[in-house]
């Protein structure tokens, strides 16, 4: 997709109001895709070629600020601290946990909205959780982040800067970021502009170059934004949450089911598949007593039978307020038991232990799910 061109500025604070989401942020660097950060330089009076540069020094070198890219003229970098400022998240805390293998940072917005961000460390990859907004409007039954309600969209350069931040701790830990899964706070489709201009950003070879078989987009099923998913240049692997077979149960559990109930949903993703050739993944939260009888599975495989999929298993992350139990592992393995002896490829995903400050708790919850998908 082409990157929207941006209209002539005629200084350097008009160029920064310039394809603004909202009136009152400017977009900052990490919110412009390479095309548009060369435009800009232009504007400011410059050749086209320091802005590669800048590209470089942020996204190759994670330079934090202006000040570090010494190649750079002051004048450059006096302008473009205006024009494309590099502030957009502040970390207010970092935890780890899993022997250093996991790590989550709390960012605080320019705004003063808290979220949060994981990078987990595995021996063959290294893979960061992204949030896309603050809360969710969805509403699941089981999901702390739905419990919120939502507060607002991230600008996909917020979105960046979670990522930045991931890649500088891979680095200090002598690993390279791999992996990017949407499965953070909040529904990336109900934010897909700016979910599509992040994809973009992370995506571009002459920056962080993660490529699109690499980045995961997790969803609840916003059927017409799967459909526009499809029709999009890049091959980004896709993930349902589906959580059960039939509309009467997942209009309980996923609310947006009421609109985008489960045939539309389907009907959908065999689109996304034909159009691309993806396997999609559906993940699948097992809950005691609600969705993980014998029965359900049976319906479950009777649903998927056909399809090039994989459905990973997540054994429910208990939310303190929420009454929804996990299932004991022998619910699960015959849950799984039913799926494959149908043909339906299907995985458990068990949790790797977090023990991180509750304050953390809901990216704690989806801690399989993000396992899974990467
Ligand atoms: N909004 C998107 C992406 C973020 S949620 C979506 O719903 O797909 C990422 C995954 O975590 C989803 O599959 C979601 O259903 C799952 N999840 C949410 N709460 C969970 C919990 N308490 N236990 C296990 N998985 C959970
Ligand atoms: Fe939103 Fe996903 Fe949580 Fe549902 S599971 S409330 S869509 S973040």
Redesign the pocket.
């Known amino acids: 997709m082409d990157a929207p061109a941006l209209p002539a500025a005629k200084s350097p604070a008009a160029a920064a109001r310039i394809a603004t989401p909202r009136a009152s942020r400017p977009r900052g660097l990490y919110d412009l895709t390479l095309p548009e950060l060369e435009a800009r330089v232009g504007e400011l009076g410059f050749p086209a070629y320091r802005a590669r540069q800048v590209w470089g020094w942020a996204y190759r070198q994670l330079a934090r600020d202006y000040a570090a890219m010494p190649n750079i003229p002051a004048a450059v970098r006096d302008a473009l601290t205006v024009a494309a400022p590099m502030t957009t998240l502040d970390p207010v805390r970092t935890l780890t946990a899993d022997d250093g293998e996991t790590i989550k940072t709390l960012y605080r917005t320019a705004d003063g909205q808290l979220l949060e961000t994981v990078l987990m460390l595995y021996p063959d990859r290294a893979t960061v959780c992204v949030s896309c907004q603050v809360g ?1 409007a ?1 509403g ?1 039954a ?4 739905g419990l919120m309600g939502l507060a607002r969209n991230l600008g996909a350069g917020e979105m960046v800067a979670q990522v930045v931040g991931a890649a500088r701790e891979a680095r200090e830990r002598g690993r390279a970021l791999t992996n990017i899964v ?3 706070m ?3 489709l109900q934010n897909y502009a700016e979910t599509m201009r992040f994809i973009r950003i992370v995506h571009d070879p002459a920056g962080l170059d993660v490529g699109a078989r690499r980045i995961t987009v ?3 099923g916003i059927v017409p934004k799967i459909d526009a998913l499809a029709a999009e240049p890049l091959q980004l692997n896709l ?1 349902v ?1 589906l ?1 059960a077979p039939n509309d009467a149960l997942r209009s309980e559990l996923v609310p947006i089911n009421r609109r985008y109930p489960i045939a539309a949903l389907m009907a959908s993703v065999d689109g996304y598949i034909k159009e691309t050739g993806r396997r999609v993944s559906f ?1 699948y ?1 097992l809950m005691r007593g609600i969705n993980d009888s014998d029965e359900v599975a049976h319906e479950l495989a009777a649903l998927l039978r056909g399809r090039l999929c994989h459905v990973n298993i ?1 054994p ?4 303190d307020v929420l009454p929804y139990e996990r299932p004991d592992p022998e619910g699960i393995e015959r849950f799984a038991g039913i799926l494959r002896a149908a043909g339906i490829p299907a995985t458990v995903r068990y949790s790797r232990g977090l023990d991180i400050d509750a304050a953390c708790g809901q990216l704690r ?2 801690e ?3 396992r899974a998908a990467s």
């Open positions: 969710c969805v699941c089981f999901c702390a982040t949407m499965m953070g909040g529904e990336p997790s969803t609840s993930a949450s959580h993940e939260a997540i429910l992350n208990p939310v919850a989806k399989e799910a993000i």
